[in-house]
T-cell receptor, first 111, second 113 residues
Framework: AQSVTQPDIHITVSEGASLELRCNYS??????LFWYVQSPGQGLQLLLK??????LVQGIKGFEAEFKRSQSSFNLRKPSVHWSDAAEYFC?????????FGPGTRLSVLP | NAGVTQTPKFRVLKTGQSMTLLCAQD?????MYWYRQDPGMGLRLIHY???????AKGEVPDGYNVSRLKKQNFLLGLESAAPSQTSVYFC????????????FGDGTRLSIL
């Protein structure tokens, strides 16, 4: 069965620092991959998605992610973190018509 | 621009009580989903629907029932609530293709005493 792992439960970075959140998936074929962000008390909002083609995907809020088939990874990056980026981030893939979500990484931002 | 709307936003129940959570979407999406979110476990699929009048079990369906009588609505029922069902419940919808992202409601926080 499909699975998504996010090795980091909690990450703390200083405002203005760069960020990379890790995501690994298990699947044989080219997967559809997504990153979502969840602010406290809110639902999940789509940041970006990868289907095929260019392995570097741009999303909203200055985020990008890179698909690396050889590493089964889809890591999320941002060059300069803002305090408003503090939230929980979920990586997801699809399995048939269903989504499989990772356990999430909570991001804290220090002033 | 409502998107996906969940009601209620909060609810406290006693063990054994029943209740229904309502999800409504105004995007004419075919597929709808109910998830529960628990700390450290991400989102787990309870039930889903691929169209009006159809439902199917997800990863954790026990103790829940669903109905999709109208395309825009997807109801999640708890017949006899248990403390283990204390969670945050999210509804989502999409057009159904595996490359279409899901759109989420803001969640229902449910506590079972």
């Amino acid at each position: 069965a499909q699975s998504v792992t996010q090795p980091d439960i909690h990450i703390t970075v200083s405002e203005g620092a760069s960020l990379e959140l890790r995501c690994n998936y298990s699947y044989g074929a080219t997967p559809y991959l997504f990153w979502y962000v969840q602010s406290p008390g809110q639902g999940l909002q789509l940041l970006l998605k990868y289907f095929s083609g260019d392995t570097l995907v741009q999303g909203i809020k200055g985020f990008e992610a890179e698909f690396k088939r050889s590493q089964s990874s889809f890591n999320l990056r941002k060059p300069s973190v803002h305090w408003s980026d503090a939230a929980e981030y979920f990586c997801a893939t699809t399995y048939g018509q269903n989504f499989v979500f990772g356990p999430g990484t909570r991001l804290s931002v220090l002033p | 621009n409502a998107g996906v709307t969940q009601t209620p936003k909060f609810r406290v129940l006693k063990t054994g009580q029943s209740m229904t959570l309502l999800c409504a979407q105004d995007m004419n999406h075919e597929y709808m989903y109910w998830y529960r979110q628990d700390p450290g476990m991400g989102l787990r699929l309870i039930h889903y629907s691929v169209g009006e009048g159809t439902t199917a079990k997800g990863e954790v369906p026990d103790g829940y029932n669903v109905s999709r009588l109208k395309k825009q609505n997807f109801l999640l029922g708890l017949e006899s609530a248990a403390p283990s069902q204390t969670s945050v419940y999210f509804c989502a919808s999409n057009q159904g293709s595996s490359n279409q992202p899901q759109h989420f409601g803001d969640g229902t926080r449910l506590s079972i005493l």
